[in-house]
């Protein structure tokens, strides 16, 4: 089990000492993972559940994706207000998207076109955004900006392991 203050220390730390370009790769690389790990399953594959577990634990790819939607929209909105040096609320843990007659390509196409925002974070946010203002995280504590842009990383890796793991549970559906 990682130690979360260590954790949460090395997020501060990277935060105060990269800015957006330098965190964009490993941010970015970790996102492109989770597309790829998403783009792997097909609608039937992403409806199963694992057999046992609670929480997220439980879920199947599909709530994993719109998961990420939400989680990828709230933190997005908080990046850009906390650069602002605003403060925005933050989803409570685990919150799922709800997308209408979604589909599992839909929910991917609308992971896929979130993460188009926040690959242009750089572009959009100012090179010296405020530091100060923050958003309490469940488990780390207050996050700034750039330690939400590099919390995504963390969070996108997590995620991208459950679905690897989901692929290669005994049960799931084959591919045809």
């Not at 390509?105 to 090179?127: D, K, Y």
């Not at 405020?130 to 330690?147: D, I, M, Q, S, Y």
Request: glycine fraction near 6%; proline fraction near 7%; charge should be negative.
């Amino acid at each position: 089990m990682p130690d979360m203050a260590e954790i949460r220390r090395s997020l501060l730390a990277a935060a105060e000492s990269q800015d957006w370009l330098d965190a964009w790769p490993a941010v970015l690389g970790a996102r492109v993972s989770l597309l790829q790990a998403l783009a792997g399953l097909n609608e039937q594959q992403s409806r199963w559940r694992p057999p046992t577990g609670e929480g997220e634990a439980a879920w199947s790819a599909f709530e994993l994706g719109l998961h990420v939607l939400a989680y990828s929209r709230n933190v997005l909105g908080i990046i850009e207000a906390t650069a602002e040096g605003r403060t925005v609320p933050k989803d409570p843990m685990g919150t799922v998207a709800i997308e209408q007659h979604a589909t599992f390509a839909t929910v991917r196409r609308a992971v896929t076109a979130q993460s188009v925002l926040i690959a242009g974070l750089p572009e959009r946010l100012t090179p010296a955004p405020n530091l100060e203002a923050t958003v309490p995280h469940a488990v780390f504590g207050p996050l700034n900006c750039r330690g939400w842009f590099l919390f995504l990383r963390l969070h996108d890796m997590d995620h991208t392991r459950q679905i690897a793991n989901l692929a290669q549970m005994p049960g799931i559906p084959r591919q045809a």
